[in-house]
């Protein structure tokens, strides 16, 4: 069966997986294909159904249980996204910032994410021209880019400048000599702090087109007329979708417990939200993937009929969640899959050691010796030593200088209250 893999750039390649294989195996064809397989968790792929509504594929599923294949000679067609968005510090491979920048700048121009001012939509603007075209050059400006600042919507309702050309231009040539990925990179850090960033949005037909965003802290509420309500994961009581109504018991400000009952367009779209609530929370707050979000899945009706003899059966049966791992999880796994590849490429450089055993206890501390080093390093700059804790959360992940430049912690993503200055033994720094 072949798969047609399109990207936010319009470019579409193929993959072809056996009729009866799982979405997993077509997305690590398709991270394979692009150089991002160490970092494959963030991702997922998109399909779209009969009532051309746009959901996730389950990749724990059959393929041609979920899309209308029309029959082996039709290709199924399938979009890569970012399923789950992280700080760009965090994504340790250049193409898979590549890869998330791309998708940004789509949900940019779509409107998906929106920017918190126009001095904000002007320093986008400037990097994406930067990272695209390169430096200013007066005789071939990029005007092509340059008029894509007046489709980036501001969440505010402040008047469009007249002077937003002339503002785009200006930024443009104080990045020059910028290379094309640290111009990525600093779009993603601008994105990072939008309100909207990782945000997934549903619709409902309840108390006049209530939406609701799920996203990397919770759940948001926007209702005409009315203030935004961010629901955190901590607040939530409980989560169940019932064909077309979703509801929500949580805590409200005040400790009280509260009902939030919304009707969405259709069966799938309801599920979908109780999907995202559900691998949202997982993915962004908790250290492990629990069994009971692994392990829920439903049946048709011959699958019940024939569970009820059998209970082991697999007849029917299709997974809830897909997720694997946690935020924490993803960079942990990433990181090691990255240097167990760089050490294969290193040790053969260093001959062959006269006795084996005496090979392997080097080979240990060295392993050893580097995985202190980066543990000791900033997660922000990778550069300098950490010696900073912010708290209450905790976290030692930076150092002073990056410490003052950030408002959150880098790993939890939380507000901190204060960011303690920390001194190491003097071993530590002589490792470092």
């Given at each position: 069966m072949w798969c047609l893999i399109s990207q936010p750039n319009s470019v579409v390649f193929e993959v072809r997986v056996d009729p009866k294989s799982i979405g997993q195996e077509c997305l690590e064809k398709v991270c394979e294909y692009l150089g991002i397989s160490k970092e494959s968790d963030y991702f997922g792929?998109?399909?779209?159904?009969?009532?051309?509504?746009e959901l996730w594929l389950n990749l724990r599923n059959p393929i041609d249980r979920q899309v209308n294949c029309h029959g082996q000679t039709s290709p199924v067609r399938l979009a890569l996204r970012v399923k789950f968005w992280v700080p760009p510090h965090l994504l340790l491979q250049e193409t898979t910032r590549n890869q998330f920048y791309l998708h940004s700048r789509a949900d940019l121009l779509e409107k998906r994410l929106l920017a918190s001012d126009w001095d904000c939509v002007c320093r986008l603007i400037a990097l994406i021209a930067q990272a695209e075209s390169g430096n200013y050059d007066f005789a071939h400006p990029p005007h092509n880019i340059y008029m894509q600042a007046s489709s980036i919507a501001p969440i505010t309702n402040a008047q469009k400048p007249n002077d937003l050309l002339q503002k785009v231009i200006a930024l443009h040539k104080t990045y020059k000599d910028m290379k094309r990925s640290t111009a990525e990179?600093?779009?993603?850090?601008?994105?990072a702090e939008l309100e909207t960033f990782g945000e997934e949005l549903f619709s409902t037909k309840s108390h006049g087109g209530m939406s609701l965003g799920v996203g990397p802290h919770g759940i948001t509420i926007y209702e005409k007329n009315k203030v935004k309500q961010l629901i955190s994961f901590t607040n939530i009581i409980s989560a169940s979708s019932h064909r077309r109504i979703f509801k929500l018991e949580y805590l409200s400000i005040d400790n009280k417990e509260s009902l939030l009952e919304a009707k969405l367009d259709s069966n799938h779209v309801a599920s979908s939200l109780y999907r995202a609530l559900t691998e949202k929370h997982a993915f962004y707050s908790c250290e492990t993937v629990r069994s009971a979000v692994t392990a829920q899945f439903i049946r048709d009706l011959k699958g019940t009929i024939v569970s009820i003899f059998n209970e082991d059966s697999t007849l029917g049966k299709k997974y809830v969640f897909d997720i694997r791992r946690t935020c924490r999880e993803v960079y942990d796994n990433a990181r090691r899959a990255l240097y167990q590849e760089s050490g294969m490429q290193i040790i053969p450089q260093l001959g062959k050691p006269k006795h084996a055993h005496d090979g392997v206890n080097c080979k240990d501390s060295e392993e050893k010796l580097n995985r202190l080093m980066d543990a000791l390093t900033c997660k922000i700059c990778m550069d300098n030593q950490i010696d900073?804790?912010?708290?209450?959360?905790a976290h030692v992940v930076a150092c002073t200088t990056c410490a003052a430049r950030v408002d959150r912690c880098p790993l939890c993503r939380s507000?901190?209250?204060?960011?303690?200055?920390?001194y190491l033994p003097g071993e530590f720094k002589q490792i470092c």
């Open positions: 792929l998109k399909y779209e159904n009969n009532k051309g509504e990179y600093w779009l993603l850090k601008e994105i900073v804790v912010f708290l209450p959360c507000e901190f209250e204060q960011a303690q200055k920390l």
